[in-house]
């Protein structure tokens, strides 16, 4: 039966490699968890001020306007606040997406998206510029909604 036996300098170097290995992962894996939790708390932020916009603007969220869009009787001002809060909504929406990782069960119980994207299909239609802005598979799955609930 062979002897193995280690010298100290070689031990010492294995198990220095194998320790800051060891504290590198969990350092890596503390801090992904801390920029998570960053990331949640920044959604949640743009949430509640999309929340603030549409107490202070209503009409940004009435359904009249809403379907009617573009062909609105707001005025210049009101108009642009409308676009700006769409585009805004579906920033927001797009940010969830890719916390969620691009999955759409996990983006749902973030976000009541199907409403949103309902809601504001017409501008999401008709301003072709912003759809180019936005990942391929968010364009894809914010289209499908709008298909399956007009079905």
């Given amino acids: 039966m062979p002897n ?3 010298s100290d300098p070689v031990a010492t170097l294995i198990s220095t490699v194998f320790s ?9 894996l503390f801090a992904r968890g801390a920029e998570r939790n960053e990331d949640r708390r920044d959604l949640s932020a743009k949430i509640g001020k999309m929340i603030d916009i549409s107490l ?3 009409f940004v969220e009435d359904p009249a306007i809403c379907d009617e869009w573009p062909k609105s ?3 210049d001002d009101d ?3 409308y676009k700006d809060y769409c585009c805004y909504v579906f920033n927001v929406m797009s940010d969830v997406w890719r916390f969620a990782r691009g999955k759409p069960e996990a983006v749902r119980k973030i976000l009541h998206v199907d409403e949103l994207i309902w809601k504001h299909r017409c501008w999401w239609r008709h301003d072709k510029e912003n759809v180019k802005a936005y990942d391929d598979k968010f364009v894809r799955f914010v289209n499908d909604v709008i298909k399956t609930m007009e079905a």
């Fill in 79 to 81: 108009k642009l606040r």
């Fill in 20 to 28: 800051t290995a060891v504290a590198t992962g969990a350092a890596w």
């Fill in 4 to 6: 193995w036996q280690i």
């Fill in 56 to 58: 202070q603007y209503p």
């Fill in 73 to 75: 009787h707001l005025s």
